[in-house]
């Protein structure tokens, strides 16, 4: 099972990718630091300040202003996550991010999906409220 979140951003997709894999910016909508730029074969430590936390993923495919593959999650395999990046124009970008590798047979396995649709759809909100619109403090909004 895998849970798809899709939104347009009215950006380029160059400039969307940008705001993902360079460390520079990932802090304003996403995690409060990457510790370097998402390239392929990576281990990327990212940093989420607000909750204390800190989490490493492995970049497995980068395809420049295309697409982004990663494994990330509590276990050796962890789940992968597959954002597209399909630009319509010169102005307007569909993301889509597919995140994979939920178990079936645990108990959880609906309030996890749910939890995580959330948090994709937040992502992709604070994404879009930062290239559109400059919003740089939306990401520390999310109350659980």
């Known amino acids: 099972?895998?849970?798809?979140?899709?939104?347009?951003?009215?950006?380029?997709?160059?400039?969307?990718?940008?705001?993902?894999?360079?460390?520079?910016?990932?802090?304003?909508?996403?995690?409060?630091?990457?510790?370097?730029?998402?390239?392929?074969?990576?281990?990327?430590?990212?940093?989420?300040?607000?909750?204390?936390?800190?989490?490493?993923?492995?970049?497995?495919?980068?395809?420049?202003?295309?697409?982004?593959?990663?494994a990330w999650g509590p276990t050796d395999e962890g789940n992968i996550v597959t954002i597209t990046l399909n630009e319509q124009d010169q102005d307007s970008t569909v993301i889509e991010v597919v995140e994979e590798g939920f178990n079936e047979s645990d108990a959880q396995y609906v309030h996890h999906l749910i939890d995580n649709k959330e948090g994709w759809v937040f992502m992709l909100s604070c994404l879009k409220c930062y290239l559109e619109f400059g919003v740089t403090r939306l990401r520390g909004g999310l109350v659980k």
């Open 1 to 70: 099972m895998s849970n798809v979140t899709t939104f347009k951003i009215f950006k380029p997709a160059e400039d969307i990718f940008e705001a993902i894999v360079d460390p520079a910016k990932i802090g304003n909508f996403w995690f409060s630091s990457s510790s370097e730029r998402w390239e392929e074969g990576k281990v990327i430590t990212l940093k989420y300040d607000l909750y204390n936390a800190e989490g490493k993923i492995k970049i497995i495919e980068v395809e420049a202003n295309k697409k982004i593959a990663f």
